[in-house]
């Protein structure tokens, strides 16, 4: 007789003091050639930020290499891994230094936050480039949330927020499923 799978339990806030590291945020240093900066808020269904999400961002490294060196949690700079890991602040806002991405034009996200029985994946684009397959399946107003958008005043500077949830104003951040290979 088969069982049932164990239910899924929501996450934290308990990961808030384990998971997050000092400069979780800085793939690459202050001052770096070349440095951008992402960040943004995560907002929740009611349009109140949620102040205690932590998030996960994956990338190649400039040159389209994949990136991923061991020891990423520990790193001093030298060595770009293309992983971080930020918490959001008291205002539900986040911020990231890195690179450009080579290769895959985009950044992967994962986000964790309380109520979220499983985390979510998604994308942050910096340009929209023709011939994405996971863009060319959305409409137009929904590949719009997939993008960060440059500041006007701060060369360098990006915002992407993620919405759990959309309202008449905003659309729903695209969040990705992946479907289990056994």
Do not use: K, N
């Not at 808030?16 to 202050?30: E, H, I, M, S, Y």
């Not at 009611?46 to 990423?72: K, N």
């Not at 994308?123 to 996971?134: I, K, M, S, T, W």
């Amino acid at each position: 007789m088969p069982l049932d799978a164990t239910p899924s339990q929501t996450i934290g806030p308990y990961y808030g003091t384990a998971l997050p590291f000092p400069g979780g945020g800085d793939v690459v240093p202050a001052g770096h050639p070349g440095a951008l900066v992402l960040h943004g808020y995560v907002i929740d269904g009611d349009g109140a930020p949620v102040p205690d999400a932590l998030l996960e961002f994956w990338q190649t490294a400039p040159d389209g290499s994949p990136a991923g060196a061991p020891g990423s949690l520990r790193r001093d700079g030298s060595v770009f891994t293309g992983f971080a890991r930020v918490p959001t602040d008291g205002d539900g806002h986040y911020a990231l230094r890195t690179l450009p991405p080579g290769g895959a034009p985009y950044l992967a996200l994962c986000l964790f936050a309380r109520g979220l029985p499983h985390h979510l994946f998604t994308r942050v684009y910096f340009a929209l480039p023709e011939g994405d397959a996971l863009l060319a399946a959305l409409s137009a107003d929904r590949r719009g949330t997939l993008l960060a958008v440059p500041e006007a005043d701060r060369p360098d500077t990006y915002r992407f927020d993620v919405r759990l949830r959309g309202d008449e104003r905003h659309a729903e951040t695209v969040f990705l499923a992946f479907a289990g290979t056994g």
